[in-house]
């Protein structure tokens, strides 16, 4: 495992101790040390276990985690203050490790927990779940762990597994204190074909791929042949979901969330166009909304502006 990992990291060598992070690894040099390893670890594993000593006894003790979510922040005591964050169409749990690094970085007292989402991590052996299956378990999950204020961020398609997860802990007398939604405004027209029709289903993978590195993709991120279709895997179901239930909530008479709802765009992004008016149709589902635009980002500004992103939570 470390020989795997000094040629792809390009290091004479690497110490069992030594962080895959620190020494220059991201999520495109992971993917990589997976593929060439074929062993028991998966995406998520290297941010939870970041040295090859930890990975090592992970894979001898075969300990299987069974939650959902991942705690990115790393701190000798928590805070009360919890922030779960929902990944965008097709993205696994390290979508917000730069805003966890942000949020270290600037010493927020926050703790950062994305979702390792089943069918969404490269290298682990799950299958795809409905949002209202995973929004069940989520939520649970959510109620017996966490203590203390409790806010959600979803960036894209994922605002569907954060809308159907918020129902539920009001349901469960969990209260949240604001909602973020990032990357994404309500379809138009979704009331014509929401019910049958998923718009991707008429792309190919290839035209998919081309989408998603236009919108801001890392270019490099979609060149490993596997990884790439676990992706679009997840993300036809992720934009698939986010079409039906979106649909479904709006033929229903719920009312409207009341916890403050932040709506952040790209001034750049191409898929949130026309924004300043387009985000008052989130009025449909929350009372209380608020736009935050940040200039010169495109779609994927949870990468490119984290900062940003952790200074808006860190203020509520």
């Known amino acids: 495992m470390a020989d795997a990992w000094a040629e792809v990291l390009d290091v004479p060598a690497v110490g069992i101790d030594d962080n895959f992070f620190e020494l220059g690894g991201d999520s495109l040099s992971a993917i990589k040390v997976v593929s060439m390893l074929r062993l028991r670890i998966n995406l998520v594993d290297f941010y939870t276990h970041p040295t090859v000593r930890a990975l090592a006894e992970k894979m001898i003790t075969e300990k299987n985690e069974t939650g959902i979510r991942v705690r990115l922040t790393r701190r000798k005591k928590a805070s009360g203050r919890n922030v779960v964050c929902f990944p965008y169409g097709g993205g696994s749990a390290l979508a917000y490790r730069k805003l966890s690094n942000a949020v270290q970085e600037k010493d927020y007292s926050l703790n950062i927990y994305s979702l390792n989402l089943p069918g969404h991590d490269y290298g682990a052996q799950n299958e795809l779940m409905p949002i209202k299956q995973t929004a069940e378990m989520l939520a649970a999950e959510i109620a017996e762990n966490l ?23 009001e349901k469960a007398c969990v209260p949240v204190k604001a909602v973020f939604i990032g990357g994404v405004m309500l379809p138009r027209f979704i009331r014509l074909y929401g019910r049958f029709i998923n718009p991707w289903m008429f792309y190919t993978d290839k035209r998919i791929i081309r989408y998603l590195k236009k919108i801001g993709l890392p270019k490099d991120l979609a060149d490993d042949k596997e990884y790439a279709e676990v992706m679009i895997s997840a993300f036809r179901h992720d934009s698939g979901g986010f079409t039906s239930y979106i649909y479904s909530l709006l033929g229903s008479e719920a009312k409207k969330r009341e916890m403050p709802t932040f709506i952040v765009v790209g001034g750049k992004d191409i898929t949130t166009k026309k924004y300043s008016k387009r985000y008052l149709r989130w009025h449909k589902f929350f009372e209380n909304i608020k736009l935050i635009a940040i200039e010169n980002a495109d779609h994927y500004f949870i990468d490119t502006h984290a900062d940003n992103i952790a200074e808006y939570i860190d203020s509520i």
Do not use: F, N
Not at 153 to 166: D, E, F, K, Q
């Open 147 to 169: 203590s203390g204020e409790l806010i959600l961020y979803s960036h894209c398609v994922g605002c569907a597994l954060m809308l159907a997860t918020v129902d539920l802990l």
